[in-house]
């Protein structure tokens, strides 16, 4: 299994959990309103730093990893301007 942990700046987190559905993820958590810093600057929901982001998160069957690694990073080329996604991919080593 995996667990794809992505990061969405936008107003449609839909065009996440709509590539995470199509790839055969059967579940996932959301995170809304998220803020923090990174390469783009920082996000605080503010005047000074506007913007918010979504976190969202799912684990998944290493049959259906490989497609989803591909729907992202489709959806990444995809983006709108002031939209950015990044995500990350990690081993688990179980899910209960």
């Known amino acids: ?7 969405y700046a936008g107003s449609r987190v839909a065009k996440v ?4 559905l ?5 579940g996932y958590t959301e995170f809304p309103r998220a ?6 600057g920082r996000i605080e929901g503010t ?8 976190v969202v998160t799912s684990v998944v069957p ?3 990893a490989d497609k989803l690694d591909a729907g992202l990073v489709a959806l990444q080329q ?9 995500f990350a991919v990690l081993p688990v080593e179980s899910f209960r």
């Open 17 to 20: 959990t709509e590539v995470l």
């Open 78 to 86: 995809q983006l709108e301007a002031g939209e950015r996604l990044h």
């Open 47 to 54: 005047r000074v730093w506007p913007g918010e982001e979504t």
């Open 62 to 64: 290493l049959a259906c």
């Open 22 to 26: 199509s790839c055969g993820a059967t």
């Open 1 to 7: 299994m995996k667990m794809f942990w992505i990061i």
């Open 35 to 40: 803020h923090g810093a990174g390469t783009h």
